[in-house]
Structures are given as structure tokens and as C-alpha cells.
């Protein structure tokens, strides 16, 4: 993250170093951070879009409850928590039919299918590790997540491949 400060007549931009504590919340952020991610690969249909953003929603009822339990209202950190488990359901049906046709083939774990899917993928997988060592400092999201987010398109990305890029 970066924010802009006036010194004199000019603004200039400093970066923020990100939180890198692992906390409570990014046990959470880690999980939807590799689900959100591996959802670059996938082919996109409406089980896809309902499982990023059924994610979504749970990310941020998970930081909602988080906030909650910092300030010690745990009346309302219970009820954001309580989303998250109702949302479950969904994430997990929309999750699991997106990834349904190119988890089922066959040949998805070959040696041959898992060359090809690399040459497929090497920019994207390249662009992700460039990602991860060098940390883009304008990304709003946790750092955890950003991490996971990266992880989770860089591993999918050996068994499935988006034809239709």
C-alpha cells in the first residue's frame, strides 16, 4: 500500500510496508486467497462467477467478524461468523461444479497433459512468481491473501488450462 504526502509544494509517494503477522483472519484469507486464485484457470461460466463471489462475501464477513472481535463486540463477531457458515453451502456447490469439468477428465493428471498445461500457462505462472517476489505495493488486499491468491493461480495452473483465452 502507499500513501501520498505533502511535503512543501510537492506530493510524494511512500510505500507501506504490509502486515506481514499472520493472524486469525488470514487463516481465512490464505483459504479464499488460493480458492479466488485458482479461479484464473477456469473456464468461466456461472458456477465460476457465483464460486468468486460467494468467496468474496465470505472475505469480508471474515474481516467484518475479525474487526468485531478487536473491538470486543462478541454478540457481533459471533453473528458475522454465522454468515460465513450459512454462505458455506454455496461456496462450497459453485466451488466444486466449476472445477467439475476439468477435474474429471481422464488424462487431467497425465505426465503429457501436465507438460502441455505448463507451456500453456508459462507466462501466467511466471507473471505469478514475479508477483509474489516483488510485491506490488498498490494492492489493497491483506498480504496473506495477495500470497495465496498468487500460490493458488500458479498450482491450478499445472492441471487446468483456459482454452478459450
Not at 59 to 64: C, E, G, K, P, S
Not at 90 to 110: G, H, M, P, R, W
Amino acid at each position: 500500500m502507499f500513501e501520498t504526502v505533502k511535503k512543501g509544494f510537492l506530493k510524494q509517494t511512500q510505500y507501506i510496508e504490509p502486515d506481514k503477522s499472520f493472524k486469525l483472519e488470514d487463516t481465512f484469507n490464505v483459504l479464499m486467497g488460493l480458492l479466488e486464485g485458482s479461479m484464473g484457470a477456469v473456464e468461466s461460466n456461472l458456477f465460476s462467477f457465483q464460486c468468486s463471489r460467494n468467496s468474496s462475501a465470505v472475505r469480508a464477513d471474515i474481516t467484518l467478524m475479525s474487526a468485531k472481535r478487536a473491538a470486543n463486540e462478541k454478540t457481533d463477531a459471533v453473528s458475522y461468523f454465522v454468515k460465513v457458515l450459512q454462505r458455506a453451502d454455496d461456496l462450497t456447490i459453485n466451488c466444486v461444479q466449476a472445477y467439475d469439468k476439468e477435474i474429471t477428465s481422464d488424462d487431467a493428471f497425465s505426465t503429457e497433459e501436465i507438460g502441455t498445461n505448463i507451456l500453456y500457462n508459462a507466462g501466467f505462472m511466471f507473471t505469478d512468481v514475479l508477483d509474489i517476489v516483488y510485491y506490488d505495493y498498490t494492492d489493497t488486499n491483506p498480504y496473506w491473501y495477495y500470497v495465496a491468491y498468487r500460490m493458488g493461480d500458479f498450482f491450478i495452473r499445472f492441471f487446468i488450462r483456459d482454452e478459450d483465452i
